[in-house]
Every structure is written in C-alpha cells, then in structure tokens.
C-alpha cells in the first residue's frame, strides 16, 4: 500500500496575533494553521481569550499586531483561474473584507438573535446572503429557504414565520441554515451548543457533524464544553489567561495532556 | 510469522511515561524498551496480566497517548511513516484511511442510530451512501443485532449490543491496520464465532492486527504470535492512568456507579 497523502492545503494562517484590552486581557502570541476540512475547536474558561480571538480571525476585530492570512482559492479574475490568492484580512481594506465574510465565510453567533434578523421570516433569513451573492429569482429563494430548512430539521411549513415565534433551538438550527446556504467554506462558530437544553444540544451537534462531513467545511469552534470539543473537533488549542498553553490532536489533548492547565482542565470534568 | 513478509507497524525501544502536574510533577512509568513487528495479514496478541496497560500500547499507535521515547513506524511501499513525531493535522486522515480502532466501549455519539455510526467511517471517506448503508446492515445482520435496533441510537443498547455496534463500525472500512481491544469481552459464543471468523477475512485480505483477547479459546483461534508484555510493562495495579484521563469513556463507565449512589 503506498503512503497516504496526509498533507492538506492550509486555508487560514494566524501568525502571531495579539489582541489586549489590558494585562492578560485577550489573546497574545497566536500562531497556528487551520487545514482544508478541518475543524479546530478553541477551548478553555470564561475569559482565556478565545472569544477575542475568534473576533480577530473572523474579520470582527483588528489585532493590535500579527496578521490573519486567507489562503482563497475564488478566482480574484477570469485570468487568474483558481490560482490560491494570499489575502491579508486586515490589509484588504473594508469593502473585500466584507465580501470574503458574505461569500466565503460563516459566522455562527453563540446567541442566534445576534445572528438572525428577528423581525423578518425564516425564509427571508436564509434568502438574504443568498440575495447579498446576486440571486434574485424569488422562486429560488424560497426554494433554497426550504430546502435548508429540512436539512437543519426545521418544518419548511415555517418559512414565512418570524424567527422571534421560534424556540432557542430552533432559532439556532436557522441561524446555521441561514449561515451555510452559500456552502462557505470556512465558518466561525462561537459556543453554538451554549445556551441550548441538552437534548436539543445533543440534535445539534450531530447536525454539525454531518453537514461538515458532507460540505467538506472548515471549521473554527470555540466552546468551553470538552464533550462537544471531542465529538465535533479534530483539533484543539488549550486557551488559558490568552495564551495557547496546549495544541494538538483532540483525543491525545483529552486522553494525555501535557500540561498542568489541561490537565486540570480534564480532570475537572463531571461525567454523569 | 510469514518470515517473507516485512513489517507493517514495527515498534523499536517504545517508552511511555505520564507526568502527572496535580500528583507534584509525578513521573509514571508504564512503558519501557517495547519493540514488535507486525506484518500485512498477521495478528499479533498482546499477553499479560490483567491491569499491565496492554491498551495503553494501542492508544499510542492510535495517536490517543503521545509516544514519549523510541520509536513507531509504519512501512508503506513507498517509504516510511513515523507515527512519534505526526503534526496533528495527519492524524484525522491516517485514521480515515490507515488505522483502525475497536475500542472497549463505544463513544456514544447521542441521538445517531446503531446503522449510522457504523456508516460514518465509509461516509467519511466520501462513499456513496446507499452502499454504506448496505454494507452496515449486512455486518449488523452477521453480528445477530436485531433489525429493530438499527434505527435507534446505541446509548439504551446492553453491553454486548453497543459492543457488536463497535464491532460492525471497527471492520466496515478494511483499515489495513486494525487494533481491537477486547472486542469479544461481552459476546456470547455464537457472536464471539462471528468475531473471530470476521478477523480471519480480515487477516486473509492482508490487515495487520494488533490484539487484546483475554478469551483463551479466542486468542487461540486468532492469533499467530503472542507478545508478551512482561518486562517491558512497569505498570502495576495501582498504575493510576486511568485517572489523567477522565474525559474517556472507560472512566465514565468507573464514574456511573458512585454518582448513583449519591442519587440514592
């Protein structure tokens, strides 16, 4: 049998980022590569950094220093064919800033009413990034609206429901539709299980599961809960008092950890 | 040993020592010296006591413990692949592809049905879903689980269904490498025959095995050399390393009975 090709392409590279709003406050001194089709969570406790920094590598927040490199493949002109463009998040002005975050990028919100508009209906919620890229057919707007709907496990008999009508659950599960229906290829999520009951929390994560695996997406997840870090991240970094202290494979992190913070970090979980 | 045959996996001088920050920067020595070689089609077994850490050996070819001295290595046609030293981003993939792992206990994925967590490893490789889907319940089927559990979710399963479930989703991938540890622990006969026989079509298409049976009569009918662990094993029965781990399911399992007894 030969080799297996276990080289991935890098999609997204934080070299040394530093974000502080005081002493130990934020995140210093990142430096890591996410792969193509990867899925890296970012664990640790209230007030390690890791919000800060997913802040800064979604495009929310500049660093003090260190810079943010998006490896994209989109063709930048019909010359250029599907060259990979280095682009440098914080130097590509505003206005590529937030294309590349409407047309490539995802970003799920801990609380789904900081991602949803509230007042419009779930079909229009999902629609608008999908109108945002040009599409205008009304028919294919709604078309997709239910389509995405039923992959999230919504009823598409809600389309034309508000979201604030929805439970919590329910409101997350269309914030994930509404973010994924332009198939990014990189997405950014922030404690999306957080404020969820645990059986609507359980539904959740193997809805995530599956639409990585099928969409082949990349993913940055921050959580505070190693059970969902092990079943939906194939890598992790240890955040503590906004610095990395541990990186490496999720089962060799939770299994052997190297370090005291994470293995203090493990051995103080409850198992029921 | 097929003596023609050069090795697959070979272990040289493997060590292994857990530091443990909490006990005072204690150092556990399990491992010390191991070495083995494991070729295409073979299965090899691993001896020892019971508690000597046998599956601590299969957690560092899985990638689950760090290597912490000597070496790992796997022998592909084309050049070798040292496992000590793999970047963490390798690992997901070499898994898909490469390596195998029945582990003791399944890792109950919740609300996922007993058909589809044994799906996932061909689903992972992008295979077509109607065939996965085929292949799963033909194992499910040969492994006598009841076709009335394959749509419900494993977690309310008894020992030995979630154990046949671990089973169905450890072979359905061929990985030419696979480690199974005690996969027929809480099989009856007629399972545990479904087991072994499942081993030998694996031996016989070249999978190189890496076991743990504490059955005799199993280990017996499986296994083509024993490695004994004795003298390179260092851990005893107080050996703790169960406790730096309490996020693994074996762990768990330890924790149940005294929260119950709380409860009580």
Redesign the interface.
């Known amino acids: 049998?030969?080799?297996?090709?276990?080289?991935?392409p890098a999609l997204l590279d934080a070299r040394n980022i530093t974000r502080l709003y005081g002493p130990n406050q934020g995140c210093q001194d990142i430096d890591f590569t996410l792969?193509q089709g990867?899925v890296l969570g970012i664990v640790g406790e209230s007030g390690s950094g890791k919000s800060t920094l997913l802040r800064v590598l979604s495009g929310l927040e500049a660093p003090d220093e260190g810079q943010v490199i998006y490896h994209s493949t989109q063709q930048a002109s019909a010359a250029a064919g599907s060259a990979t463009e280095n682009l440098d998040l914080y130097a590509i002005g505003e206005a590529r800033r937030r294309a590349l975050l409407r047309m490539e990028w995802g970003l799920v919100h801990q609380n789904p009413r900081d991602g949803l508009r509230l007042g419009v209906s779930a079909g229009a919620n999902v629609g608008e990034r999908l109108m945002a890229l040009g599409q205008r057919h009304y028919g294919d707007l709604r078309a997709a609206g239910q389509d995405w709907m039923e992959r999230v496990e919504l009823d598409p008999r809600r389309i034309d429901d508000a979201p604030r009508t929805f439970s919590g659950g329910m409101q997350q599960r269309l914030q994930i539709a509404r973010t994924l229906v332009t198939q990014p290829r990189l997405v950014f999520m922030d404690e999306p299980t957080g404020g969820l009951d645990v059986s609507v929390q359980?539904?959740l994560?193997?809805m995530l599961?599956t639409l990585t695996?099928e969409l082949g997406l990349s993913v940055i997840l921050v959580t505070h809960d190693?059970?969902v870090a092990?079943?939906l991240a194939?890598?992790l970094m240890v955040m503590r008092q906004g610095r990395v202290v541990e990186?490496?494979?999720t089962?060799?992190i939770?299994?052997?950890?190297?370090?005291?913070y994470t293995?203090?970090l493990?051995?103080s979980?409850l198992?029921? | 040993m097929t003596a023609n045959s050069s090795p697959f996996l070979s272990a040289s001088s493997l060590d292994k020592t857990f530091v443990l920050h909490a006990q005072g920067g204690q150092q556990l020595a399990v491992m010390r010296g191991l070495s083995l070689s494991l070729a295409p089609g073979e299965c090899l077994v691993l001896a020892g006591r019971s508690g000597i850490g046998k599956s601590t050996l299969l957690k560092m070819v899985n990638g689950n413990y760090r290597v912490s001295g000597g070496r790992l290595t796997l022998h592909f046609d084309d050049g070798a692949l040292e496992l000590s030293d793999l970047p963490a981003q390798a690992w997901h993939r070499l898994r898909r592809d490469v390596i195998g792992y029945v582990s003791q206990f399944l890792r109950v994925v919740p609300r996922v049905s007993a058909r589809e967590v044994v799906m996932e490893p061909l689903l992972a490789r992008g295979c077509d879903t109607h065939d996965a889907h085929q292949r799963a319940e033909t194992l499910l089927a040969r492994l006598n689980l009841p076709e009335r559990l394959w749509a419900l979710a494993p977690g309310t399963f008894s020992g030995g269904e979630q154990q046949r479930v671990n089973i169905a989703r450890g072979f359905i991938a061929e990985h030419p490498l696979l480690l199974l540890d005690e996969p027929t622990a809480s099989l009856d006969s007629a399972n545990r025959d479904v087991v072994v026989e499942l081993i030998q079509e694996a031996k016989a298409r070249g999978t190189a095995m890496l076991g743990i049976f504490h059955d005799e009569e199993v280990r017996t009918r499986v296994a083509d050399r024993l490695l004994p662990l004795e003298g390179h094993m260092l851990g005893g029965t107080e050996m703790p390393a169960s406790s730096a781990m309490p996020v693994s399911s074996e762990s768990s399992s330890a924790t149940t009975p005294s929260h119950k007894e709380s409860l009580q």
């Open positions: 049998m030969k080799r297996p090709q276990l080289k991935r792969h990867e359980a539904r994560l193997d599961r695996r190693l059970a092990r079943l194939h890598r990186a490496g494979l089962d060799q939770l299994d052997d950890p190297q370090h005291p293995q203090l493990v051995s979980v198992t029921p």
